[in-house]
């Protein structure tokens, strides 16, 4: 379906007289005073919808909106658009003539995310989608069995009323649908005060839900960090699954950190001085089943109550720059990293680029721009005398580059993204690293800054080797993996200059079944794992790019994942 039919269907008509019995009043207030887009003529579809929306309307719902009526057999589908309030629910219908015997209804954001689905063998799936969530919610009913005509509907729905409307009309995603499977987890309060007593602090529930997953597709999930507050996420899987990755997102999709284990559990914690929102992404090395998500908010100035033992990520700078440059160093040396030594400080400005002069060695180093209150997100280009780009890098209360060249003079190009504040910049030697990485800056910096920052290595010289590949949309460069029984092999492709669009699969060489597929605007990586296999998993890397040609960097490195 093009733009213009998408947008085309942001238009959406009232059902005519679906009823006489009235909503309550807060409800259709609400719904009526926040329309979803521009009314026009449709047809009358009151036969499928006007039954279900009226109960809906009864239960608390606003008006119904028919976003979209289509004719479709069975693997067609019927798409649409509509806009939703940001602090309002939506509740989304699809509903067929008598000769469609079963329809999906799926619901994604537009980052691409899942925000809903409905895959029951029936005619009539239901969704309701609450806060946090995007602007616009695009929507796709498939015909699964049958032929004939669909129509989408949607109906505002204020918060509180959310749950009895999910009820009446048995919707996926309603308050409480998973939570009560969550409630029931076995073990779950013992677990969740036995990780409270650790953390310390007091906290509050949030939310608890129950989520599947699976190896190949992350599970996400949305989340508020309160201002002056931290969020407490901890993870429980069921026994279907094991070895579960956690990672936390910023609202610019840039990984703040990754979940600790704790046996087959998973936690961490996430602070911020302002309201920021995250995005959770679970998924299992193996298996496929669910995972409870308990979030917990703190009080306020938490931050001093917290336990040594938390693994905590801040979102922004909450100190000022001097303690916030012992706190990075004691984290660097944790991971075995030498002390840094001070190339710059400044103050940094919204919309100005500061110039720092710096004469590189031959060999790698990693730049770290740590920022002090009250400064908030750091964007840093580190650039060589001849105006080709080295390594550049991103953070809300830090930005790191992985500096790899023959040496020469280089200028770093430093700007604050939301607020201004003090900074310093940092240097610290990498040692022991492939000398491929001197040859190919760009892809090398990239490489290093994507292992790290998902867990893969700690410091840059656990990188081992490193392989250079050619890379175009046209061509497929392969290689080969040796996954030993009870291992994973992570598999990370970064790119150079000239190419942009990583893209990463890999398959099991032996009955080609895909085992991941990974794509990144500079970078992508993926994981293939022998855990439950009684003999080596070959497996193949496909790598290409989508747009231009170069020259990228591939590295593998052996895993052993704890349970």
Known sequence: MNASTLLTLLAASALAGCGSAAAPRSARSAAESTPFSRIREKPDDRTWLGTDSERARKAGAGRSMVITVGAGAAGDRIEGMVGVPEKACVLLLARASGSVQDVDLFAYGDDGRTLGTDEAPDDNPTLIVCPPHPRHVYLVARVAAGHGLVAIGAQLV?????ARVGKALSARGRPGEAAGRAQNWPGLEEKLARHRSLIGATWTDVRRVAVP????????????????????????????VSHIDVDVLDQHARIVGR?????????????SPVAEPITLEVRPHAGRGLVAVVLSRSGPAAARDLQVPALRFDLAPVVDLAQARRDHDAELEQAGYERAKLVHKGQLEVGKRASVALELSRGCSRFDVVIGKPARGVHALLWAADGSLIASGSGGRAATLFACSHGG???????????????AVESRRQRNMPAVLIDHPLAAGRLVARM???????????????????????????MDVLVPVGRCVDVSLALGPGAT??????VDAQDGKELALSRGVESSGGRACALSRSSTLHARAELRVTAGHGTGLVATRMLSPRP
Request: proline content about 5%; glycine content about 6%; some cysteine.
């Open 259 to 271: 979940a600790r284990a704790s046996g087959r559990d998973r936690s961490l914690l996430v602070c």
């Open 501 to 506: 669009g990583a893209e990463l699969r890999l």
């Open 409 to 423: 003079k280089a200028r770093l190009d430093l700007e604050a993204t939301t607020r201004p504040g003090p900074y």
């Open 452 to 478: 790290t920052a998902h867990g893969v290595i700690q410091r840059a010289s656990q990188l081992g080797a490193a392989r250079a590949v050619q890379l175009s949309p046209t061509k497929e460069q392969r």
């Open 158 to 162: 204020n918060r509180k009323d959310a």
């Open 213 to 240: 997953v699976e190896p190949r597709v992350a599970t996400r999930l949305s989340a508020m960090v309160d201002a002056g507050r931290c969020l407490d996420v901890l993870v429980l899987p069921s026994d279907e």
